[in-house]
């Protein structure tokens, strides 16, 4: 298995474009992404969990009830979600993409990110439709990644290239992730594509489990947004023997599907809003799998925590303190926590007690991008990640400014 | 029943003092508080449920567990958490003052606040003693308030004085909470006195109900300290008939300590780490009092929601977010939120539904230092407040800064 380039093209089959349509004021942002199967291809998705839902979730789900779409159809700017009319709105948004890519208006995945409360107007997007569509191509990744953009800095594209049965496959993925240009809230979408064969129901088996370990392990700000969306098509064009049950190729697959999706979870981590850095939290050692899950979990989400690596500060109380009160059944007595970086490594607590350690060593540890927290729970063998970022003077900035 | 001055000192037979012994290099802070009745009273406390407890907690369980109690000690700077030996310091730092003041070791409630893992020098608060005991005083409440201070930037006390059965009673407090000189964590200390006369089971039945409504529907940061406490003492010296039953005497002995514990409440979210203003979440209309609590303090949880607070910015879809992913089964089309302050109300969301308002109103409203959040859920009777604050720029600073 190889990382690769080109994102949501990676697979065979499929092609993509972004552009300006005008539902941002800036001319200079991208605000609308395409992607478009050759084929009909089998589809998965998973949703926000949030009772307030964006408009696009209803109709996506309705899409793709049948375990079967084509095209991916996103804006960027207006959320249309908790306004009147929005799953209308976002079924004529479906039409007319389907209408000027000859495919069924059923086989759309819509998705929106952006202000809450405010109407989403489709005459930008009904007027700029031909030229979106005229221009997908092979090599478009690049726009439709940038095109799903909002306070993103960077464009969050993942791909590999494995082998089923002699058959040379693909999975490729874009994300968003992080905020938005009217910062509102930290929609996550994440839009995966795939040339292997695999029937619907064991791609939303792959999807639904692989998302547990991975998007659903990582937090900007505790938030969960309405518009939260990833979905999976997988084509088939890799011409492998279809995946029809869990055997070796399935296994496989969930193999190839975990390296694009963990790899789109450190780029929305690390991106997140105002964040300087990327925390990757690891815990060992746990009775159970969920213990080391809400551990973690609880350890990345802690404000003061996160303000701490902010500042390069080894205030590992703070870890200690966000593992008690997690919720997690954990005996604090034989928690042991570590910091490390490319810069090296160093133990501040070892059976839920400080030990000495230099500071300057730890500063200079914590001053790095990447920083790992390694808390070993001495409690039995199950492990798990979560990913997270530091909280900066940016994200206040960022989330406090007015909607302009 | 009416607020007075006072704070601990406020009911009849309570002296306190508050000095700076040297656990803090800057000798300008005081870092020790003492609370004396002159006699035993009914003693009462609630304590933290994160995992990772203080030592100060365990001890002083261990000391009210008789349901009497006559002083309290209080030292900020260190936590006397996670740290070899914890315990038996906490026990010794009680006998220490137990022996300058003339009480049991086993009446005292002993408390600390500060850097976790960390040990606790008692030499500091040795020397001292003498001088702090020697200097208790009917006055010396605001020594006290201020001695147990940390990042706060005001201190904090409320006290009430109310008739029972034709005797003059008096409920008063003392709090800190907002975070550290040496920024670890929020720790919440509050030190309720009365001098009214009641069973300690029925003094810890009030403080337990009273609570659920008050200092756990707090949040300045979302982290729950190990060391939080909240201890009331009753001295009986109004003179009033007994409280031994949940009797007309009873109800008003809640109301008066649910005066004092909300105005509490209120200055510590008012003044949490980097704050700029109050938030005040209320929720009405709700099918359940649970539902009714946990919509109010999901939303003034929020990161978004309180940098939106910060920049005010009546950016309501962020409310609505953090009402949908709650856990609270509310209808969102039913849901109805409004801005309101001194400088008027703003209605900004009517049945789930974003309606057109003045900005420039909602603007004047949300520059205001107390800010109200009104839901109204429009299915059912109950009801519930929460209390937080702004995220700020200053937030960032105070906790990403260096342990110095």
Redesign the interface.
């Known amino acids: 298995m190889k990382l690769i380039e080109g994102g949501v093209c990676a697979a065979k089959g499929f092609k993509a474009n972004g552009i300006h349509c005008g539902i941002r004021k800036n001319k200079t942002k991208k605000d609308l992404a395409l992607v478009r199967s050759d084929v009909p291809a089998a589809a998965a998705a998973v949703y926000t969990?949030?009772?307030?839902?964006g408009a696009t979730i209803q109709i996506t789900k309705n899409h793709i009830a049948n375990g079967v779409a084509q095209a991916i159809v996103c804006n960027s700017g207006i959320?249309n979600?908790?306004?009147?009319g929005g799953e209308a709105t976002a079924e004529e948004m479906s039409r007319i993409t389907a209408e000027a890519i000859g495919v069924k208006t059923e086989d759309v995945i819509v998705a929106s990110t952006g202000?809450?409360?405010?109407p989403l107007d489709l005459t930008p997007i009904a007027a700029s439709m031909p030229e979106l569509a005229k221009g997908l191509r092979a090599d478009g990744n690049i726009d439709a990644a940038t095109g799903i953009m909002t306070t993103d800095t960077i464009k969050k594209e993942a791909a590999v290239e494995f082998t089923l049965g002699g058959k040379t496959c693909h999975i490729g993925g874009m994300a968003k992730g992080s905020g938005m240009i009217h910062p509102?809230?930290?929609t996550m979408l994440v839009f995966i594509t795939s040339d292997v064969c695999i029937a619907p129901a064991l791609l939303q088996k792959a999807l639904s489990g692989d998302i547990r370990n991975t998007f659903n392990m990582i937090s900007i700000?505790?938030?969960?947004?309405?518009n939260d969306m990833v979905t999976v098509l997988a084509n088939g064009m890799a011409g492998n023997t279809p995946i029809m049950e869990e055997n070796e190729d399935f296994t496989l697959f969930m193999q190839a599907l975990n390296t694009v999706t963990v790899a789109l979870c450190r780029m929305i981590a690390g991106d997140g809003e105002g964040a300087t850095k990327l925390i990757e939290c690891k815990v060992s050692g746990a009775a159970a799998e969920q213990t080391a899950k809400t551990v973690a979990k609880s350890v990345i989400?802690?404000?003061?925590l996160k303000?701490?690596m902010?500042?390069?500060?080894a205030?590992?109380?703070?870890v200690?303190?966000?593992?008690?009160?997690s919720g997690a059944d954990?005996d604090?007595t034989k928690i042991d926590v570590a910091f490390r970086s490319a810069a090296g490594i160093v133990s501040v607590?070892e059976q839920?007690?400080?030990v000495d350690f230099s500071e300057e060593k730890a500063?200079e540890i914590l001053l790095q991008k990447e920083i790992e927290i390694l808390i070993d729970l001495n409690d039995g063998s199950f492990a798990a990640t979560a990913w997270g970022c530091d909280?900066?003077?940016d994200?206040?900035?960022?989330?406090?400014?007015?909607?302009t």
Do not use: E
């Open positions: 969990t949030n009772l307030v839902k959320a979600t908790c306004c009147a202000v809450i409360g405010q509102n809230m930290a700000d505790g938030d969960t947004s309405t989400c802690s404000s003061l303000a701490a902010f500042g390069a500060d205030n590992w109380g703070r200690l303190c966000a593992i008690g009160y954990v604090v607590c839920g007690v400080g500063k909280l900066t003077y994200y206040v900035k960022i989330n406090g400014d007015y909607r």
